[in-house]
């Protein structure tokens, strides 16, 4: 349990206790108790419970609190609890609470992690780009994005397998397929072809373009620590007749009707805007067909929740797709989607332009050669998904503060040059950490990000916003670096005392280790 949820659940004790009529009681009993974290200057952790029960109380929010923190059980575990009007109810951890959880930490290698009330089974399917060419920056994102998340869903406890879904029919392969035919022959190359060139080396390469562009991509996802459980080819759906099978069975439900001479799918009575179109005019199944096909497949494997990781042209898909999981499933699984925005690339200042259409593409491959895997992981995995990233590659070369990922692991190097400096003068590390033996400037912020590292995860588990990770972490450097500057961890004098910074500084390296590898990014011990 993170010391968050022993908050809640303390409140919600208490708020038990109160003498209420019947009605109240239950309004009390079902209205959540929320659990914040204020400015460090007010304190620990923070709660706006009885301003916002005030309405149901009909009672000043200040003496509401007074009833609440005169029942709170478990305060040995705050230094304070303060009441601010309106009615804020802060607290603040004790020394002993700060010695006992930052031994957990020392205790726990694999703090963070948590064991969820309910074990669920969740796909995550992200990038899915076309093996019509080499991934690009965008694609990259995505494979950041997704692979820390199905990281951190594990952290957070749930049974996670990763998906890729090649997009091998269609109407751009069948281009591609025509454009690598007129290279082979020396063509020109057809209207709405594939140019640049990536594409020359068909004139030598004669297997399958598209084989070869998905083992390019594979190479290029390995590059950036990215794997997948399953790569999940669109042509089996078309061969095993899984597109008409699950158009069959939409009919035989009655979740279809006919007008125009089109089959439509009732999706607007499970939360769409409108209905689809299934099969068209002319005969020809839309893309949405087979999408709903390959959703199909997923529930038919008999996962709890799905999870789609899209780029901004699939804006609007949440509804409709959402719509076919809830009636395929019959409302078992849930789906969500994460809208991602673009990536733009710049370098020294100037805007490095992309189009895999006529070739002036910036690959992955090539970011990653330049800025290296671990920079390209953290900047590509920072920014909230749903907004579009400024991605500067000259900023990500700088070994110098103002970039994050140097930065960060500049604070795992500089612990782990403490610790080798400390076993050159045989100092060891305190066997039982006390954390008033460290109090000083910044030590309290130092031992709270530790302890809240937990609910970082579970606060990421449950939004799906990775990029909390990165701002966390960096918060988490920016604190480290501040208490090294106003504390002596090394000092042959007062051996004792250094062993207690030791301590801090095993749990401190220990955890930025475990954020950064959720990351995908690596802990150096030297820099």
Same mark, same amino acid.
């Given at each position: ?28 009993? &079902? ?6 974290? #204020? ?54 951890? $004790?020394?002993? /609470? ?116 998905? /083992? ?50 009732? !999706?607007?009575? *499970? ?21 709903? &096909? ?38 078992? $699984? ?16 100037? #805007? ?10 910036? !690959? ?23 907004? #579009? ?23 795992? &190097?500089?612990?782990?040059?403490? +610790? ?14 006390? *954390? ?17 590292? #937990? ?15 990165? !701002? ?43 954020? +950064? ?11």
């Amino acid at each position: 349990m993170t010391l968050k949820q022993h908050l809640s659940e303390s409140l919600r004790a208490s708020l038990d206790r109160l003498d209420l009529a019947p009605e109240q009681k239950a309004l009390v009993a &079902a209205h959540p108790v929320r659990v914040e974290y #204020p400015e460090a200057r007010f304190g620990d952790y923070a709660s706006p419970v009885a301003m916002e029960l005030a309405r149901i109380l009909k009672k000043n929010p200040a003496l509401i609190a007074e009833q609440v923190v005169a029942g709170l059980p478990g305060r040995e575990t705050w230094a304070a609890v303060d009441i601010v009007k309106p009615g804020f109810i802060n607290f603040r951890l $004790s020394d002993a /609470a700060r010695t006992k959880w930052v031994r957990t930490i020392l205790e726990t290698p694999t703090w963070g992690d948590a064991t969820p009330a309910k074990k669920e089974r969740v796909l995550l399917e992200f990038v899915s780009a076309n093996p019509t060419g080499p991934l690009h920056v965008g694609h990259g994102r995505w494979a950041a994005i997704g692979d820390t998340l199905a990281r951190v869903l594990r952290a957070a406890g749930l049974e996670v397998e990763t998906e890729f879904y090649v997009n091998d029919a269609g109407v751009q392969i069948a281009k591609l397929k025509e454009t690598v035919a007129a290279i082979r022959t020396g063509k020109e190359i057809p209207e709405g072809g594939y140019h640049g060139d990536h594409m020359q080396v068909f004139k030598t390469e004669l297997g399958d373009p598209v084989e070869y562009f998905l /083992a390019g991509q594979k190479a290029t996802l390995a590059k950036v620590g990215t794997a997948f459980d399953r790569y999940f080819r669109e042509t089996s759906l078309h061969q095993s007749g899984a597109v008409d099978k699950t158009i069959a069975w939409l009919k035989e439900h009655g979740h279809t009707y006919e007008q125009e001479g089109a089959l439509w799918f009732r !999706t607007t009575p *499970f939360g769409d805007d409108k209905d689809r179109v299934l099969i068209k005019g002319d005969g020809q199944k839309t893309y949405f067909a087979v999408d709903i &096909a390959y959703h199909a497949e997923k529930v038919r494997r008999g996962y709890d929740r799905l999870i789609n990781i899209f780029g901004a042209d699939h804006h609007g898909y949440q509804g409709r797709l959402g719509a076919a999981v809830t009636v395929l499933s019959e409302g078992r $699984s849930r789906l969500d989607i994460v809208i991602g925005q673009l990536v733009s690339l710049f370098r020294d200042g100037e #805007p490095v332009r992309m189009s895999k259409r006529t070739g002036d593409i910036v !690959t992955l491959d090539e970011v990653v050669e330049e800025i290296g895997s671990d920079a390209a992981r953290y900047f590509l995995g920072s920014g909230r998904a749903a907004t #579009p990233l400024e991605f500067d590659l000259a900023l990500a070369l700088k070994q110098e503060s103002d970039n994050p990922v140097y930065y960060v692991q500049y604070a795992h &190097a500089r612990l782990a040059s403490v +610790l080798r400096k400390a076993g050159e003068e045989g100092i060891p590390v305190a066997a039982s950490f006390d *954390f008033a033996a460290v109090r000083g400037p910044h030590s309290e912020e130092l031992a709270i990000q530790l302890i809240r590292f #937990p609910e970082e995860i579970e606060g990421m588990a449950a939004s799906l916003e990775i990029h909390h990770l990165a !701002t966390w972490l960096s918060g988490l450097a920016a604190i480290l670096h501040r208490h090294y500057g106003e504390h002596r961890y090394v000092d042959a004098a007062d051996r004792e005392k250094s062993g207690q910074y030791l301590a801090l500084v095993v749990a401190v390296k220990q955890v930025i280790a475990r954020a +950064l590898g959720l990351l995908g990014v690596s802990a150096p011990e030297k820099m």
